[in-house]
C-alpha cells in the first residue's frame, strides 16, 4: 500500500495567517490528491481534489499544489472555522490511504 | 441536497455480526459507487469497501476481506454492509461516502456515521 505521510501532526496558528500542510506519499501518484477537513464529531468534508482543484463550495483560500509524491495545502487569511483536522488521501491505488492527520489549532 | 444516513451501529462481542446500512437521497443513487471508511477513536480514517453503481464490483480492504460484505440495492437507493468475525480492532464510526462522478474514489459526500464498538 502506498503510505501517506503529512507533516506537521499538530499546527498552531492566528485568525489572518497563512499556514501550509505537506503531504508525502511512499510512491508516485501523480495529481490523484483529494484533501478533507474534519471538525471533531463531523464527518470529513472535500476541499480539493487532484491536487489543486477546488471542490464547489470551498472558499478560494484554500489551495492545493503538488504532483508526483509531494503535495501541499496552503490555507491564506485563516478564519475560525478553519480550525480542524486536515486529512490528505491518494486516490491512485488501492487501498486509497489517508495521511494520519493534521490538527491546526489556534 | 445530497443525504447518506448511516444505521444499524452498536456494541457486539468479539466473533458477533453486524449490518449497516445507508440510506441515500437528494442524487440519482444509481449513477454512483458507494464507499464504506472508518475511523477508529482518536485516530484518522480508513477506507473499507467500495461497490460500483450497477454491483458489477465490489472492492475491500485487506482488513476486512472475507469478512465483511457490501451490497447494495438501487431501487431503495440504499447500501449495506455485513460485518462478521468482528474483531475489536473493528470499533471505529463507520461512513458511508459518495464516489464523485468519474472519480470514484474520491469521497463528495459523508454521512454523519455510525459508531460500532466490538468489545466483550
Known amino acids: 500500500d502506498i503510505q501517506m505521510t503529512q507533516s506537521p501532526s499538530t499546527l498552531s496558528a492566528s485568525v489572518g495567517d497563512r499556514i501550509t500542510i505537506t503531504c508525502r506519499a511512499s510512491?508516485?501518484?501523480?495529481?490523484?490528491l483529494a484533501w478533507y477537513q474534519q471538525k471533531p464529531g463531523m464527518a470529513p468534508k472535500l476541499l480539493i481534489y487532484k491536487a489543486s482543484t477546488l471542490e464547489n463550495g470551498v472558499p478560494s483560500r484554500f489551495s492545493g499544489s503538488g504532483s508526483g509524491t509531494e503535495f501541499t495545502l496552503t490555507i491564506t487569511n485563516l478564519q475560525p472555522d478553519d480550525f480542524a483536522t486536515y486529512y490528505c488521501q491518494q486516490f491512485y491505488a488501492f487501498s486509497y490511504t489517508f495521511g494520519q492527520g493534521t490538527k491546526l489549532e489556534i | 441536497e445530497v443525504e447518506l444516513v448511516e444505521s444499524g451501529g452498536g456494541l457486539v462481542k468479539p466473533g458477533g455480526s453486524l449490518r449497516l446500512s445507508c440510506a441515500a437521497s437528494?442524487?440519482?443513487?444509481?449513477?454512483?459507487?458507494i464507499n464504506w471508511l472508518r475511523q477508529a477513536p482518536g485516530k484518522g480514517l480508513e477506507w473499507v469497501a467500495s461497490?460500483?453503481?450497477?454491483?458489477?464490483?465490489?472492492y475491500y480492504a485487506d482488513s476486512v476481506k472475507g469478512r465483511f460484505t457490501i451490497s447494495r440495492d438501487n431501487g431503495l437507493n440504499s447500501v449495506s454492509l455485513q460485518m462478521q468475525s468482528l474483531r475489536a480492532e473493528d470499533t471505529a464510526v463507520y461512513y458511508c461516502a459518495r464516489g464523485m462522478a468519474g472519480i470514484n474514489y474520491v469521497f463528495d459526500y459523508w454521512g454523519q456515521g455510525t459508531p460500532v464498538s466490538v468489545s466483550s
Open positions: 437528494g442524487f440519482t443513487f444509481s449513477y454512483f459507487s
Open positions: 461497490i460500483s453503481s450497477s454491483s458489477a464490483y465490489m
Open positions: 510512491q508516485t501518484i501523480n495529481n490523484w
